[in-house]
């Protein structure tokens, strides 16, 4: 379950002070949002991917049922909302970094019901792994966390854009996928090393939490489980555009799990389809099976 919306993207040699215009090099239209990009991410990998979004009943709405029918998604519930309009992102990307700026109109991602969620619940109790986000209204997430792990499913949660309001439900996760942003909010502890995100992992795991992996940009990933304690090194990639290089590492990381990979495994094989995603333009270009396998035979090279 998850959010989509159609982003608005401008690419800008750097990014304006306040106060500043400056002139954009470029400016395109691409679907967006973390769970339709999660899920994206997940299809290239699994044949099996259910998405359950909301979209508004508009022109954005049709873009966005038109763009899953072409995805290798292999079913997906779309409710559409007469009095919200489909959601939005305004992403900036710096031209020399690939570095993004994000501001986010929910839209009808704010609006989904817990009637909404029920129609579509026998999708979600036949799930082995169910994987959301926090785009959506906090409510609903939480309603089908619930549901979710009644019904026996391996829940992942990437707390994005992070509210204190999940705290309540993180021990019904099994895995969080927090960034270092969302780690610092979550455990209130700076993070401007690896010692210091050790110390966060370990406080997000006393609220509850069974495991987690916490990404870190160019700088790797770390994990913990309570008692192991494992840190990853990012891979060099050529970047054009970081945005939604998370989703896509949450997306394959789902993915490899349900295929019966154990972390260790995951994590090495997801670190690598994000370093392919970036180097793509638009948050929902996501990478083929078939190239992340020969970056990783290459790495072992």
């Not at 997430?141 to 309001?165: H, M, R, W």
């Not at 455990?187 to 795991?205: P, R, T, W, Y």
Request: proline share 2%; with cysteine.
């Amino acid at each position: 379950m998850g959010s989509f919306n159609l982003d608005v993207v401008t690419e800008v040699e750097r990014f304006p002070f306040i106060g500043e215009t400056i002139k954009a090099i470029s400016t395109n239209f691409y679907p967006g949002g973390k769970g339709a990009n999660q899920a994206v991410a997940a299809a290239e990998l699994n044949d099996h991917v259910h998405f359950f979004a909301k979209v508004g009943d508009d022109s954005f709405g049709t873009t966005a049922e038109k763009y899953f029918s072409t995805t290798k998604i292999s079913s997906y519930t779309l409710i559409k909302d007469t009095n919200s309009k489909t959601g939005n992102a305004l992403v900036m990307v710096e031209n020399a970094t690939g570095n993004n700026s994000i501001v986010i109109d929910l839209g009808a991602n704010a609006t989904i019901s817990k009637a909404e969620i029920l129609s579509d619940i026998n999708n979600l109790q036949s799930a082995k792994i169910f994987l959301t986000q926090l785009e959506n209204n906090i409510e609903a997430t939480k309603f089908a966390i619930e549901i979710a792990k009644k019904s026996g499913c391996y829940v992942i949660l990437n707390p994005a854009p992070y509210s204190d309001q999940i705290v309540s439900h993180l021990p019904s996760v099994d895995l969080l996928v927090p960034n270092g942003t969302e780690a610092e909010l979550i455990s209130n502890i700076k993070i401007d090393s690896v010692i210091s995100a050790q110390e966060a992992i370990k406080a997000i795991h006393n609220l509850g939490v069974k495991e987690i992996v916490m990404t870190l940009g160019d700088s790797g990933a770390l994990y913990f489980n309570g008692s192991t304690m494992k840190y990853y090194k990012a891979m060099e990639a050529s970047v054009v555009d970081t945005s939604g290089a998370g989703d896509a590492f949450t997306g394959a990381l789902a993915a490899k799990l349900i295929e019966g990979k154990n972390m260790d495994e995951a994590i090495k094989f997801s670190i690598a389809y994000a370093s392919l995603a970036v180097e793509k333009k638009g948050a929902s270009s996501m990478p083929s099976r078939t190239s992340v396998d020969a970056r990783l035979k290459k790495e072992r090279m």
